[in-house]
């Protein structure tokens, strides 16, 4: 299944208000570690960083904990927004699209991405953006869901596949999680991702499973 960006963008403004419950719900708390993991993979303390599809803005948020001089967070869905702008007000908040970056070539000394690339309607062109963006030697942290693997794959199938979508409908606006299921199956793999972000522009590129493999930290330099 996949979503038109329109539909997406209605996805996630109608989840907005479930968004951070549903997180930690669906990692039982692990996605505030994963997050963390992720802003200190990339962040420099004092760098100018760029966090897209920033949902509700927690992710932002680890960037500048980190040690960010500045962060800008963008996402698409103005009702994501609204709820990050409530976090904080150290942050810029954005609203455009991971697919055409406001942003000049260079802006970024690093980048973040959590939980945001399985969702745009090209993979691809949203990396090259990414790496438009960020000055030489930048630095991108990609966090995701993937496919899981080894002895634990049958219980994040069972997971995902049936308790995650019916925990969603009893949330308003919580059904768009049946969408997730099938946005990790049509999502590359751990490896392929890799070789996507070195097709891109990125060198030194690297992966950390998470999770017992739910999850991939992804990072990678600028060239």
Same mark, same amino acid.
């Given at each position: 299944m ?48 760029l ?9 932002a ?20 927004l609204?709820r990050?702008? =409530? ?13 055409a970056?406001?942003?000049?070539d ?35 942290a ?19 596949d ?45 992966? =950390? ?6 999850v ?7 060239e």
């Open positions: 996949t979503l038109a960006p329109d539909a997406v963008r209605t996805m996630f403004d109608r989840i907005a208000p479930v968004y951070d419950v549903m997180n930690h719900v669906m990692t039982v708390g692990l996605d505030v570690r994963w997050r963390r993991l992720a802003a200190q993979a990339v962040v420099v303390p004092g760098d100018a960083v966090d897209g599809a920033c949902g509700t803005g927690d992710l948020l680890a960037a500048l904990k980190a040690g960010a001089g500045r962060v800008t967070g963008l996402d698409f869905s103005e009702r994501m609204e990050a702008r =409530r976090k904080s007000t150290q942050i810029e908040w954005v609203h455009g699209d991971l697919l970056l406001p942003f000049s260079g802006s970024f000394d690093a980048a973040t991405v959590g939980f945001g690339v399985r969702n745009v309607a090209d993979l691809e062109d949203s990396l090259a953006e990414l790496r438009r963006v960020l000055r030489p030697g930048g630095r991108l990609i966090l995701e869901i993937t496919r899981p693997r080894g002895i634990l794959r049958p219980f994040f199938s069972l997971w995902f049936r308790i995650v979508p019916l925990l969603g409908k009893v949330l308003p606006g919580g059904s768009a999680y049946t969408y997730l299921p099938a946005s990790v199956k049509r999502f590359p793999d751990a490896e392929a991702l890799a070789e996507l972000m070195r097709a891109h522009g990125f060198r030194d590129v690297r992966f =950390r499973l998470l999770g017992g493999s739910i991939a930290l992804h990072t990678g330099v600028a």
